[in-house]
């Protein structure tokens, strides 16, 4: 399914992935989520209403990390809910040699995290499963009652550890800016499927220290019918799979088989057809933006006369700046410093203010595209290679003009100050813009008196090794 026709208003002429594995369904209410400590508080209550499971899937994890209002750990919360009947399961990642240096963060199943597990009795079930090489099993999903009339999921990027458990306006240093979505109806079924596909080909199932509990060998049934419609969004669960990552390639209802030997890219292949129908506005955060496919989209958007704004942590990553200085790496740098040429375009970073009044940069972690007001998706896929092209990843693709202008109102409200709900999302951004530039003035002048909490940065300098 693939809307095509024309219809103003309705955000119908930006196509959804053809490529996928999931169809576009209709009848879903979403609801995005901005922001850990208020995701999963909304998840920790979606989970206290469950009736019959909570299964989930996890990247980075630190047994440190308290969920908000009190609810303790984690583990706290799952524990509970196995306590109250319910099957609960965890698909944790399991790093290769490649990924070693990941394991601070990561709950990867070692000698010292089965001896926590044994001592807190833990009774949720749990299976390890590596990626392919360097790559990352990389989803963050969570399914209440899988396959009920209460079937509720929750996909984005949001990880597991104290600093992701952030609040919005981020007075704390160090806590990062991040975004969920709440999915109910027929396209919730899709990632009911996805996490079947994955527990039941989970690479470390067989594997002496490949699970957790007695019950965990048991492999779990696909789902045999969609979720009941409920509301007006059209949604569509979207992937990148590495190829011959599953032996099971069974279609969800009403989708198609998975090719098992070409993989999935449909989350790249998504970005880049909404970026070419965008006809007003672009607004993107995203922990990276180092994909030359969709940065030379921007610049064509750009010259079409359409808004840009990209969101993107103030300090990159080392190994960005490092891979600055590779010959491969400068005609990315080069197509970067392009988009700059362009009165229509922002890049811009985030700062917070502690409750002394000085100012901390705040890393952006989400992965989230807004297009014309009407349609966005969010989820865990980063923009670079490892993310499009490697990874296990998941993303909600969704149209609700709606929906999607609410969101607008309240990332801009965070990082603007400035309610916009009185403006067009052009304007929107270009207040955006404005707004940003101003305060980049006042950050050079070492006044923290900004507005919100945006500041450009600029995009002929972003990422260069110093």
């Known amino acids: 399914m693939q809307a095509s026709a024309d219809v103003p208003g309705s955000g119908s002429y930006i196509p959804f992935a053809g490529s996928g594995s999931y169809p576009v369904r209709a009848g879903n209410v979403v609801r995005p989520l901005i922001d850990g400590e208020p995701a999963f508080r909304r998840i920790c209550e979606a989970i206290d209403a469950a009736h019959h499971s909570v299964w989930v899937t996890v990247t980075f994890l630190t047994p ?93 990027g949001i990880n597991l550890r104290p600093h992701s458990v952030a609040l919005p306006g981020h007075p704390r240093p160090g806590d990062h800016h991040d975004a969920y979505v709440e999915v109910t109806g027929p396209a919730a079924t899709d990632v009911h499927h996805n996490l079947v596909q994955r527990w039941n080909e989970a690479s470390e199932r067989t594997a002496a220290d490949g699970s957790w509990g007695e019950a965990a060998e048991r492999d779990l049934a696909f789902p045999t019918r969609l979720s009941m419609a409920v ?30 030997a070409g993989g999935e890219r449909s989350i790249f292949d998504q970005y880049l057809q909404a970026i070419r129908a965008a006809r007003r506005s672009i607004y993107i955060e995203n922990q990276a933006l180092e994909v030359p496919e969709v940065v030379a989209g921007l610049r064509e958007a750009l010259e079409r006369d359409v808004e840009v704004v990209v969101l993107l942590p103030a300090e990159p ?15 990315l740098l080069g197509q970067l410093a392009a988009l700059g040429r362009h009165e229509r375009f922002a890049l811009a970073g985030i700062a917070g203010r502690a409750a002394g009044g000085g100012r901390h940069d705040v890393y952006v972690h989400a992965k989230v595209m807004l ?96």
């Open 317 to 331: 990553e080392d190994r960005v700046r490092e891979a600055s200085r590779l010959p491969e790496r400068q005609t």
């Open 64 to 156: 440190d990390v308290r969920m908000p209002d009190g609810r303790g750990s984690f583990f706290d919360v799952l524990d509970g809910a196995a306590a109250r009947g319910l099957d609960v399961r965890v698909l944790f990642w399991r790093l290769n040699p490649e990924t070693a240096r990941y394991a601070p963060g990561v709950f990867w199943g070692s000698v010292e995290h089965r001896e926590l597990l044994a001592a807190r009795g833990a009774r949720f079930l749990a299976r390890w499963d590596r990626a392919h090489s360097r790559f990352c099993q990389h989803q963050k999903s969570w399914l209440l009652d899988a396959g009920r009339a209460s079937e509720t999921a929750f996909v984005g």
């Open 231 to 260: 509301g007006d969004s059209a949604a569509q669960i979207q992937r990148t799979v590495h190829a011959g990552c599953y032996r099971d390639g069974r279609a969800s209802p009403g989708g198609r088989p998975f090719d098992i």
């Open 371 to 466: 297009v014309d007001d009407e349609w966005a998706t969010i989820g865990s896929c980063n923009l670079h290679g490892a993310s499009v092209f490697g990874n296990s990843e998941m993303n909600v693709a969704f149209r609700d003009p709606a929906v999607v202008r609410a969101l607008r109102c309240q990332l801009l409200a965070e990082h603007l100050d400035r309610d916009t709900a009185d403006l067009d999302d052009r304007s929107a951004l270009g207040a955006y813009r404005r707004i940003a530039r101003e305060n980049r003035r006042r950050r050079d002048a070492g006044d923290p008196e900004w507005q919100g909490l945006a500041f450009s940065l600029d995009p002929a300098t972003y990422g260069r090794d110093r």
